[in-house]
């Protein structure tokens, strides 16, 4: 048991009490009881006497809300002195003797008036009562309503009895377990145990509670813990006592309640104020404070005014008291309790139990979540930005391959117009054979043939720079480099004569397979060959080549565009591939910065070098993965 | 009936030859193709009226090239430039070069036979009038170092008696001399010397 620090001065003061009590009486057998006349000066001496052990939890409740009482309505001070027979737990008797000991223990201390707790006290006290202080008013308190009657009439008694609410706890029990099954009537075997036993038994007969009832009497609290954990929430447990077990075990009724609660898998009522927060669910009964603040009433008035003959005066109220922190363990619903019952240890909200750690909590998680959210709209920013920064790439080298398409426009048309020049001058050539009457079939025949090819020509190159100039997605499949730098060449084949570069193709790979853009590659051997072309315009006419080779490497192709040009200054080599970086007058430098990030778009390599007539740049790609299908890259498009 | 003039047409690319050749003959021309500029130069044109559709762009030298190749070797034959791709640079220069024409691809049969038949018309004129010239240059040719001297200060604007004067000899030695230029020249009076000692001029000059 825990005391409260408050308890341990009040004990220590009983304690002080007795000593100097002790030693007063020592004093007042020598000194012709001078103690006793020095206390009787002002303060009031009261004997409490105790049926069970001093420091029972129910009777510090009332003694101490007694105290307190008495010390604010009381004029003069008032000492209190405790004994305890303690015959609610062991089974001897004290007799005489008991007597005898108060008689010589306070001899020469004048005894005001005697506080009786429980029937057990009283029997002990009131048979000796002439012996020892019979004009001393006595108030009895703590015994059943029905012993209250039994007690002999003393001049100056009142009786305050009390009402063990078992009856009202069956029946808040029924309301709270409906559907329960049996009840479980758990007891000691010390004689207050009897006592509350005998009166339970007699309201459960009268109760006529339509289930079974059974004992669970003087059981070990081991014994009873095993077995209440066997139970379930069908049942209901009336806890009376348990002040002694039959196998002499000795205890303090409410730390079994704490035992018990702690095992049992069915709810525990019980009908004792002070076990409510100690395992009880609910029950009926009277507040023990209450009754304390009565005892300390009738003192009062008892001090001013002893009552002649004997007086039993009502009991204080019993009402319903239930600990919600069972009732939610047990699953049982707080709204079935009887109205205006206490409900006691209501969990506060966790907001309002901790409102500012809840306050400090919530707002950091607001600042938390603001945060997030920030970090995801600067995240989904980025990703625009990204895929704005793709789509301008992407737009870039559109442009770029529209820039090209310009630079090969010379050379474009003329091809163009070459096939269609051919049509013209076919059809009109038919139709001046016609008008003169001298076309013969055959050469008809010649002449469409003539036409169909031309167009067919005409459309092809279309078709070529169409392929080249689309605006498209990155899209990804197989395809043959070798193709690409055929188709390549017959488009810049043109160009090359036009600036009277020779074009030659030594395509060496034997495993030509690529996987990735065409166009965007197509775009990146166009931009290296027209960069050949640029350089090879310094030497002389008739030196000028252009070289496109392929190779196997360890693990892809190589494809390299070699020119006969000055070469590249070697200050420029390593900034050849930044953007806005250009060696030509009119260059813009976006050319090669495209190449090479579509080129690293297709986890390849670009890189360039001296040769000792020109420059090379050669292109790495790595070769495609064996179960590569075609559709459109995950990668962003460069 | 005299032979047809013959159109010779320089272009790389064969399409395009067999048919310019086909119209043209359709047009009743003479025709005959070459593949290249130095394919044209094993096998210049002989006399006759003629006509060159030169094509400006082919590998190798390109038709300017050519155009000029033909003017320093004196083959004067009236050009006409066919391009794919025309630009106004190239254009200016071929003209310059003296070309008769100009023309981009693809061309409309009726500009290009218009082409054709100036070109050969303006060919017909300039071999008339070399012919002329080379005529008056023979002439020239037979006169003594004297009769020279009186042709030039005739043409001068010189007096018979000045003329006397200045070459130390008789009026009457200066006239039958002057009669005898006018013989050899074939010209019917004095005011004639004028025009063809400017025409001999404009050919040496």
Redesign the interface.
Known sequence: MRLAPVMRVLLAAVLGARLIAAHGADHASANGGEAGGSQSSGRANVLVISGTDAYLPAFEAINRAMQAALDERHSRPVAFLYEATDSGRVSGDPGPTFAEYLENKYRGTRIDAVVLTTELAADLYLEHRNRLWPDAPVILHSLPAADARRVPPHPGLVVLPTNWGVLGTLRIARRLQPDARRVTVVSGISRLDQRILDAARVDLERGALGIPVEFVVGQSPRTVEVRLAQDDRRSIVLYLSMFRDEHGGVHVPRDVLTRLSAASAAPIYGIFDTFVGHGLVAGEMESFAERGERVADLLVTALARPTASALVVPATRSRCVADARQLERYGLSPGLLPDGCDLRFVERPFVERYWWQSLLVAVALVVQSVLIALLLLQRRRRRAAELSLAAQRLQLAHASRLAVAGELTASIAHEINQPLGAILANAEAAELLVQSGRLERSELLQILADIRRDDVRASEVIRRLRAMLARHDVERRRFDLHALVEETSALVRTEASRRGVAIDCALGARHAEIFGDRVQLQQVLINLVLNAFDASAASAEGARHVTIETCDTADGVRMSVRDSGPGVAAADLPRLFDSYFSTKAGGMGLGLSIARSIVDAHGGTIAAANTGGGAVFVVELPRPPSDARPGRSGRSPP | MTAPAVIHVVDD?A??R???E??L???GYGVRTYASAGEFLLEPPEGGAACVLLDL?M?GPSGLDLHEALTRRGIRVPVIF????G?VATGVRAMKAGASDFL??????DTLLAAIAGALEAGARQSAACAEVADLRARYARLTARERQVFGLIVAGKLNKQIAGELGVAERTVKAQRAQVMVKLGAAHAAELGRIAARLNDASG
């Open positions: 690319d399409a395009m067999s048919a310019l086909r119209l003959q359709a047009a762009r590998p066919l391009t794919g791709h630009d981009t691809k693809p061309v409309a049969r």
